[in-house]
């Protein structure tokens, strides 16, 4: 009886001819398309690849609830064919303990304080790109290469490693590689910079991978169906801190249920009534309020960065024009930027105002495809009357 269920046909195990001397590369493998093809690129280019993948969930998380995350046992027998597809070596490490430290609780306590983080960009910092390197030398590799949609390349004229965003604008991954100093940039590879998606795919239907045509995901890998609300109040209960909803003159409009649980620009879930629509344009840790405001008070003239990591230079010496993307997925905008009042810390001015600033974000600096570097936002800067 025909099917018309769409099938991946099974690869034939290729023998693999490595130049004496090769050097050799650790391969984050999640068990997708992207760190699949990266891995086979890096093959045929005649490395010697060991594929890994990082196993980071908390070992309490119900695997049900882990199921199409990056480490869950789908994932891992997806890795695990592809390498055994390619004829490289393949483990899983435990990063559980480190993943919790750096990432999971950092995540929580920044929402302790009203802030929004990042997790991607942690996950870079300190477990891709920190703790697989130590790995990676410890075991006499060169190189940790990823699935990433990103350029690297070093200027001759400075000698400095560059980040530049992937030829894919679509897929461009920069934004939350730019915390990568020059010592890890020297040891990274990016097989995928040059690449779009589609010439991904086609790269891995070629070669009868089975991940060929699997979805990706764009949750937060820890967190079960992106619901960051109720996995805080599981793993963090004590996030449930009732307190009021302020407007931006003081007056209570209302109560909330915890502001870990409210994010900047946010519209629903307030429960007010109002003649006029109201957002969160503040979070208070210090009174547990929620600042609400009109749709003209969500906007701000710029932003105090801090923890600044400078990718093209080597510290930002005095002003410097500018694109800044201050989330994932926002558009680079023109601004100025200059060295701000502390150490480690950058003033970003928009050339025009800029709605949701939110703390604990990224604003990430660009001049053209070449990233500057990029910051943690601390603050945003009002609209003044000049403005």
Wanted: glycine share 10%; aromatic share 8%.
């Amino acid at each position: 009886m025909g099917s018309d269920r769409h099938t991946t046909p099974e690869p034939v195990r290729p023998p693999v001819s490595r130049a004496p001397g090769a050097p050799r590369v650790v391969v984050a493998m999640s068990g997708g398309v992207d760190s699949s093809v990266a891995a086979a690129l890096l093959v045929q280019q005649g490395y010697e690849c060991i594929g890994v993948t990082l196993q980071v969930w908390p070992s309490d998380l119900p695997e049900t609830e882990r199921e199409g995350g990056c480490c869950s046992l789908g994932a891992v027998t997806d890795a695990r064919q592809v390498a055994w597809a390619l004829g490289i070596p393949y483990y899983v490490l435990n990063y559980q303990e480190i993943f919790q430290t750096h990432v999971i609780d950092d995540f929580v306590a920044e929402y302790r304080r009203g802030r929004t983080p990042n997790p991607c960009i942690r996950c870079n910092k300190d477990i891709k790109f920190a703790a697989l390197l130590r790995h990676a030398e410890a075991i006499g590799a060169s190189h940790v290469a990823t699935g990433h949609y990103a350029r690297i390349l070093r200027d001759p004229a400075s000698g400095r490693y560059l980040l530049l965003r992937g030829r894919d604008r679509h897929k461009d991954q920069s934004y939350v590689l730019y915390s990568l100093d020059q010592e890890q940039l020297a040891h990274i590879l990016f097989p995928l910079g040059d690449f779009t998606k589609d010439q991904t795919r086609a790269v891995a239907e070629r070669l009868g991978l089975r991940v060929a045509h699997k979805a990706e995901s764009q949750e937060i890998c820890f967190v079960p169906s992106n619901n960051y609300r109720d996995f805080l109040g599981r793993v963090a209960p004590d996030v449930r801190k009732p307190g009021p909803i302020l407007d931006t003159a003081g007056r209570k409009l209302g109560e909330h249920p915890g502001i870990a649980f409210y994010t900047i620009g946010q519209r629903k879930g307030l429960g007010l009534s109002y003649c006029e629509p109201l957002y969160v344009v503040d979070l208070d840790p210090e009174r547990n309020a929620v600042i609400v405001g009109t749709a003209r008070e969500v906007w701000r003239a710029g932003l105090l960065g801090s923890h600044a990591n400078w990718v093209s230079v080597p510290e930002l010496a005095g002003p410097l024009k500018v694109e800044v993307q201050i989330r994932y997925n926002s558009k680079p905008v023109p601004a100025r930027i200059e060295p701000g009042p502390g150490p480690g810390q950058v003033a970003c001015y928009f050339d025009q105002p800029q709605r949701a600033v939110t703390p604990g974000q990224a604003a990430v600096f660009y001049q053209g495809d070449r990233l500057v570097g990029g910051a943690t936002i601390e603050r945003p800067l009002p609209v003044t009357k000049a403005s």
